[in-house]
């Protein structure tokens, strides 16, 4: 079975500064990954996913990923953050092997970018 | 990707009565997946839903309490059953439209139980 940890609950940072939102997976089967953000008192959106190919991916708003199977890691960043990016966001793995599994989702980083 | 209407957005029930969230997608796809976010908290998948068979519910979940229905390969029902305060949570259904296409989500329905 897989599981995901996100390993910060809550990151604050400034506007316009960069951020990493770290995420990590344990499988014994290879997998997808993705990350969705969840705006207050909204669904969920994804921002992007790694099916195959190459490591570093691009998504949505400017954010992009970079899946390492060494490290089983598969972080978030941007390199600038604007207040509208003041959300909670979640990593997620599904197996590659099986088809029309479910996601498990790791437990939502916060990210609050400060004026 | 596939688009999922979900009904209602919230609601606020009494305790001990139920209430049924509804998913239409806008395309055929052959599974469907029902999470509760309780508040502040992560997805915690309720059960797996497959057309023209039983749900199969996840550890801590059961059919009396959450019974799901799957007519056909649009449209799913979540039920919850004899609330209580304790089932407060977002409610949210999920489909997933083929590898690339991925996961598509519900708006959620965010439940209050009085």
């Known amino acids: 079975a897989q599981s995901v940890t996100q390993l910060d609950s809550q990151v604050p940072v400034f506007e316009e500064a960069p951020v990493e939102l770290r995420c990590n997976y344990s499988?014994?089967?290879?997998?997808?990954l993705f990350w969705y953000v969840q705006y207050p008192n909204q669904g969920l959106q994804l921002l992007l996913k790694?099916?195959?190919?190459?490591?570093l991916v691009k998504g949505i708003n400017g954010f992009e990923a970079e899946f390492n199977k060494s490290q089983t890691s598969f972080h978030l960043r941007k390199p600038s953050v604007h207040i509208s990016d003041t959300a909670e966001y979640f990593c997620a793995v599904s197996d590659q092997n099986s088809g029309n599994t479910p996601l498990v989702f790791g437990k939502g980083t916060r990210l609050s970018v400060i004026a | 990707s596939a688009v999922i209407s979900q009904k209602p957005s919230r609601d606020i029930c009494q305790r001990g009565t139920s209430l049924t969230i509804q998913c239409q997608v806008d395309?055929?796809?052959?599974?469907m997946f029902w999470y509760r976010q309780q508040p502040g908290q992560s997805l915690t998948l309720i059960a797996t839903a497959n057309q023209g068979s039983e749900a199969t519910y996840e550890s801590g979940f059961v059919i009396d309490k959450f019974p799901i229905s799957r007519p056909n390969l649009t449209f799913s029902t979540l039920t919850v059953s004899n609330m209580s305060p304790e089932d407060s949570s977002i409610y949210l259904c999920?489909?997933?439209?083929?590898?690339?296409?991925?996961?598509?989500f519900g708006s959620g329905t965010r439940l209050t139980v009085v």
């Open positions: 790694y099916l195959s190919g190459s490591t």
């Open positions: 499988s014994s089967v290879s997998v997808y």
């Open positions: 999920s489909a997933q439209g083929g590898v690339v296409d991925g996961y598509t």
């Open positions: 395309s055929q796809v052959t599974m």
